[in-house]
């Protein structure tokens, strides 16, 4: 039982280059998030998938766009990356919504130069 | 808009001592959780505790408890017996039944234990 996993761990882009951040949870959860964590910012809800089928823009989507390809992986895209988009990203799942305890992946640096 | 606010950006404390964190949050719904989260260094997110707002009771797990004031719309976390293990930063979380399933952080609590 992996919980809920990610990858890459780590990627540089250049500014303009896209990049697909992968996420697949083997809780059989219903509901996925993405979140990006900056210093001094907490973490700010990117896209969010209430179940399979639908998803939701949440505080900060510009620039990002997101597939729930199955139960099981919600990816998280980025067309033309930009030095904004330097930050921690983090994906999670939930049994149904938030009222339920997240389980976080190990997040992923991302650094655009 | 639900916010949370958590108004001490650092803290520390001796090893064996107790230490509170607190949190305030706005919000005009009558039915909501909320939640305490710890990320340590290595960076993983793990639920510390969860507090649904219609119990009076507040939660505990361990040496971690909370002090829930619906009224002062007040949920700080009271970590007792700090160990090194401890030191992580916390974030408190607030999210409503039935509402757009979004869960809203603060932006945390750098909490160091000093042996």
């Known amino acids: 039982n992996a919980g809920v996993t990610q990858t890459p761990k780590f990627q540089v882009l250049k500014t303009g280059q896209s990049m697909t951040l992968q996420c697949a949870q083997d809780?059989?959860?219903?509901?996925m998030y993405w979140y990006r964590q900056d210093p001094g910012m907490g973490l700010r809800l990117i896209y969010y998938s209430a179940s399979e089928g639908t998803t939701d823009k949440g505080e900060v989507p510009n620039g990002y766009n997101v597939s729930r390809l199955n139960k099981r992986e919600f990816s998280l895209r980025l067309e033309s990356a930009a030095p904004s988009q330097t930050s921690v990203y983090f994906c999670?799942?939930?049994?149904?919504?938030?009222?339920?305890?997240?389980?976080f992946g190990p997040g992923t640096r991302l650094t655009v130069t | 808009a639900q916010t949370v606010t958590q108004s001490q950006p650092e803290m520390s404390v001796q090893e064996a001592e107790t230490v509170t964190l607190s949190c305030t949050y706005d919000?005009?719904?009558?039915?909501?959780?909320l939640f305490w989260y710890k990320q340590p260094p290595s960076r993983q997110m793990i639920l510390v505790i969860r507090q649904e707002a219609y119990k009076q009771q507040n939660a505990t797990e361990n040496r971690f408890s909370v002090n829930f004031q619906k009224a002062a719309k007040s949920f700080s976390l009271k970590i007792s017996d700090s160990q090194l293990g401890d030191t992580a930063m916390y974030f408190c979380a607030f999210s409503t039944q039935g509402g757009s399933e979004k869960l809203v952080f603060g932006k945390g609590t750098k909490l160091t234990v000093n042996p």
């Open positions: 809780m059989n959860h219903n509901s």
């Open positions: 919000t005009s719904e009558n039915n909501y959780y």
């Open positions: 999670a799942s939930s049994e149904q919504g938030g009222i339920y305890e997240q389980y």
